[in-house]
């Protein structure tokens, strides 16, 4: 089966290359993630070939960010708080701030930082992501949107949480947005919900496997995604997205005087996947740890050989 879902994996890649844009995005049925069943399997997701997109998120904000730590962190469309936690254990950032607005999640993450004991740096409310109202102006070292801008309705939603993360980053920050991208034909979308989607079937993550079919009809084109840049912003934007698979993309505003989207070489070893690999062979056994560390090293290559566009 893991050999079958790789051909899948680089059939849908060798596709994505070669056919024009036919699909139309299929917005979500809704944009709120509020049922106990739902936010139970994404609780869970760590524990699928998911954890690998916030392996490669880590090490992206590592090699990016203008300071190697200290200062606020703000982590939008949180969750159940796995990426706001890790920005706390792994990132060094001083007190970071989940916000969502499913309250299930918001309890879920407060749960999450309470029992790894992280409730005295880590804090979770609700709040609009277009707007950011809690928050003053350039309060922020780091502010993070990922794995969510496909949830809104249209691109101007996208374009006004850019905008508000653009007010709420201090001008020396990092601006960080990640997202899927919405693939050429909906025979490519298949063979890539199948090369990934078996990992949730067999962990029995129904409503998440659901949302990752409906997610992929609902993403942005990476021509539509950089359109969502701010139009008023003294930053510098930066579009990156991979050269094989189409696994993720992403919009980095950085300090106006940046020259190059890099600073610092990768790490020897991931801490969140150091942290994880333990974990996943006491629950999921050795054959899956191996297998999910060979294709986080596929990853890191991934990130090494993206490509970067300046989009303004």
């Known amino acids: 089966m893991e050999g079958l879902n790789t051909v899948r994996l680089i059939a849908s890649a060798i596709l994505q290359k070669i056919y024009p844009q036919r699909l139309e995005r299929t917005p979500e049925p809704t944009a709120l993630t509020a049922h106990e069943g739902a936010v139970a399997n994404y609780d869970r997701v760590l524990f699928t070939k998911m954890a690998l997109l916030y392996s490669a998120i880590l090490e992206f904000i590592h090699r990016t960010r203008p300071q190697k730590s200290g200062g606020d962190a703000l982590d939008i469309a949180c969750g159940p708080g796995h990426l706001t936690l890790a920005l706390a254990r792994f990132m060094n950032y001083s007190r970071v701030t989940g916000v969502d607005l499913s309250e299930p999640m918001i309890r879920t993450a407060a749960a999450n930082a309470a029992r790894l004991g992280l409730g005295d740096r880590v804090s979770?409310?609700?709040?609009?992501?277009?707007?950011?109202?809690?928050?003053?102006?350039?309060?922020?070292?780091?502010?993070?949107?990922?794995?969510?801008?496909?949830?809104?309705?249209?691109?101007?939603?996208?374009?006004?949480?850019?905008?508000?993360?653009?007010?709420v980053t201090r001008p020396d920050g990092l601006v960080l947005v990640v997202d899927i991208i919405r693939l050429k034909t909906r025979r490519i979308t298949d063979l890539?919900?199948?090369?990934?989607?078996?990992d949730y079937v067999r962990q029995g993550l129904n409503y998440f496997l659901e949302d990752f079919k409906n997610s992929m009809e609902a993403a942005w084109t990476m021509d539509e995604f950089r359109k969502t840049v701010p139009q008023k912003t003294e930053r510098r934007w930066v579009h990156w997205t991979p050269r094989f698979v189409p696994s993720m993309q992403c919009l980095l505003g950085l300090p106006a005087d940046r020259t190059r989207l890099f600073v610092r070489p990768f790490w020897k070893t991931n801490?969140?996947?150091?942290?994880?690999?333990?974990?996943?062979?006491?629950?999921?056994?050795?054959?899956?740890?191996?297998?999910t560390l060979l294709e986080e090293r596929l990853n890191r290559w991934t990130l090494k050989t993206g490509k970067t566009d300046w989009v303004r």
């Open 271 to 291: 801490p969140f996947t150091d942290y994880l690999t333990p974990l996943w062979k006491e629950r999921l056994g050795p054959s899956w740890t191996r297998q």
């Open 192 to 198: 890539y919900v199948e090369s990934l989607g078996y």
């Open 124 to 167: 979770f409310q609700s709040e609009d992501a277009t707007r950011l109202d809690s928050f003053p102006d350039h309060r922020f070292q780091l502010t993070t949107f990922t794995d969510a801008s496909h949830h809104l309705r249209d691109l101007d939603s996208v374009s006004r949480v850019l905008a508000a993360m653009d007010r």
